[in-house]
């Protein structure tokens, strides 16, 4: 049997209208709720989370955002995130290790970052976008990173 290229149909979720992330498992053939709310920015923030979660794996990333618009349901454009993530770079062999209070630092800004731009509503970054986000927590200290998630944070809420 061929696979499927195009983009299964996900049904509308039970209930009154919120915000509802749902991800197709395609072992199961099913569509799962991810997250819930009665607001937008909790549910694409976690949809960033765990789309990343799901690239991180190297697995397809299916999904569907649901929301209430003059109080029905409507489907929303979410991003096809069918593209893996790209695995991250080690250091080659023989070069300098960088030390551990160093690298947990870096994971740190990237982290925070990341958080910034998924309450800012971009989830779905591809490969050009994470080298930019790695780079930047690379060259800028914490401080910096704080700064810079919080001005995320406020352009995203002001949605």
């Known amino acids: 049997m061929a696979k ?8 509308r979720p039970p209930g009154e209208p919120r915000w509802v992330a749902m991800f197709y498992e395609p072992a199961r053939e099913t569509w799962t709720v991810g997250a ?13 989370d ?12 299916t999904l569907a955002l649901w929301g209430p618009e003059g109080g ?6 979410a ?15 023989g070069s300098p290790e960088p ?10 800004r990237h982290q925070v970052l990341m958080a910034g731009l998924s309450k800012a509503g ?3 970054l591809g490969p050009e976008d994470g080298d930019a986000v790695r780079i930047l927590a690379d060259r800028l200290d914490e401080p910096t990173v704080r700064r810079v998630a919080h ?9």
């Open 4 to 11: 499927e290229s195009r983009r299964p149909r996900c049904p």
């Open 36 to 48: 819930e709310s009665p607001y937008r920015s909790p549910v694409l923030y976690a949809l960033g």
């Open 50 to 61: 765990m789309t990343r979660t799901v690239r991180a794996r190297g697995d397809e990333v």
């Open 72 to 77: 029905a349901w409507q489907l929303f454009d």
């Open 79 to 93: 991003p096809s995130a069918r593209t893996p993530a790209p695995a991250q770079e080690r250091p080659a062999p």
């Open 99 to 108: 030390a551990r209070l160093t690298e947990r630092m870096t994971d740190r």
């Open 122 to 124: 971009l989830y779905d």
């Open 151 to 159: 001005w995320l944070s406020v352009a995203g809420g002001a949605r």
